[in-house]
């Protein structure tokens, strides 16, 4: 039997999920001795402070934007995020010290700070002597993130480096890996970008179908020249619904998805994605090469996400959902910028995934031969 790993993420939202199965899809293909288990790390159960966690996380986003960004930025403060980390770490702990006995793993992998923050805790305390490994999932990092015990940070850009080196993280700890997305996202364009004469718009609002999906839908309506709407609703039930009802009034022609497994061949067909900018939609995005337009970014770290795609040329973020429609509209009358737009997605993929595995098993080869 190979090593034992365990893959730790969190329930709030669903991109620190999905990263977290692509590093075990990865892992698994590329090593079948290891074994490798994914935990989501936040219950269900209907009283417990996990459930609340992420209540209010899931109530703030919708209804309180605004004390969104004041929360974000407020914990991103070195002593406020401190005060923040120690309640919410010490809360957790527990859990995290019976799933480390269950478990028996060889190396945590964290893709959601709380579950980093309660292992390092028990670490700090030396309850376990364990190798914690923190993979952001985001385009800019957060104080929440920042602990001494943890062994390895694996951050998505270069200009990340400089975030978590101000936040006192010694550089040898700091690896430039990219966000980890599925393999299916890997498979390459059948035809040429820009080759269907159709003009097809693939709407999202993220795994949880949030941010004015309906009034963005409503305007990309009346924008001349779109053949196609798809429109992806998610775990969001409420919003699948009225898609429906809205239907029958659009003059576009357009399909709805609930949570599907088909977003990588709907991101293919797409000539232009519209989307909030979670960073795991955007790296989707990015692989395959579509065009995004970033609507109703939360505040924080959705903001940092989409100026960064839009400095790297791969999207452009309308700042007003008022907006969005003359967004869309002038790129999709102008095929250069949407061509450029693709080739500069294409220019800067990465597998995160690979990266982020491969510097793991050193780092457990290196822990091996330390030990012998």
């Not at 602990?147 to 400089?162: L, R």
Request: net charge negative.
């Amino acid at each position: 039997m190979g090593q034992r790993i365990l893959i730790v993420s969190a329930s709030i939202g669903t991109g620190h999920t999905q990263a977290a199965l692509a590093i075990q899809e990865y892992w698994q293909q590329k090593d079948p001795s290891a074994v490798v288990h994914h935990v989501d790390f936040l219950g269900t159960d209907t009283f417990s402070f996990d459930n609340l966690l992420k209540e209010t996380y899931f109530k703030m986003l919708d209804f309180f934007p605004f004390l969104y960004d004041i929360v974000y930025r407020w914990s991103g403060a070195e002593w406020k995020g401190s005060v923040a980390q120690t309640v919410v770490s010490w809360m957790l702990k527990n859990r995290m010290e019976k799933l480390i006995e269950k478990e028996e793993p060889d190396l945590i992998v964290c893709t959601h700070p709380f579950p980093c923050g309660a292992a390092s805790v028990l670490k700090r305390h030396r309850k376990i002597e364990i190798p914690i490994v923190a993979v952001m999932t985001d385009f800019a990092a957060h104080q929440f993130w920042r602990y001494d015990e943890i062994d390895a940070y694996h951050v998505a850009t270069p200009s990340m480096v400089y975030e978590v080196l101000n936040m006192g993280v010694p550089l040898e700890k700091i690896h430039v890996t990219g966000i980890p997305i599925m393999r299916h996202f890997f498979t390459p364009l059948k035809e040429p970008y820009g080759s269907d004469s159709c003009k097809r718009v693939l709407l999202m609002g993220g795994g949880l179908g949030l941010g004015c999906v309906e009034e963005a839908l409503q305007r990309l309506d009346h924008v001349p020249g779109i053949d196609e709407i798809h429109v992806v609703a998610g775990l969001n039930d409420g919003l699948y619904n009225s898609l429906h009802h809205m239907k029958e009034s659009l003059r576009t022609p357009i399909s709805i998805y609930g949570y599907t497994n088909e977003i990588p061949e709907l991101m293919r067909k797409a000539t232009l994605l519209v989307t909030k900018p979670g960073a795991l939609t955007c790296m989707e995005g990015v692989t395959i090469g579509v065009p995004m337009v970033f609507f109703n970014a939360i505040p924080g770290q959705e903001e940092a996400n989409a100026e960064l795609l839009e400095q790297k040329g791969c999207g452009k973020w309308a700042r007003h959902i008022e907006n969005l429609d003359d967004v869309v509209g002038a790129l999709l009358q102008n095929h250069e910028r949407l061509q450029a737009m693709h080739e500069a997605a294409k220019a800067w993929k990465v597998d995160g995934a690979a990266e982020i595995v491969a510097a793991c098993e050193n780092m457990l080869t290196h822990k091996q031969g330390m030990l012998e």
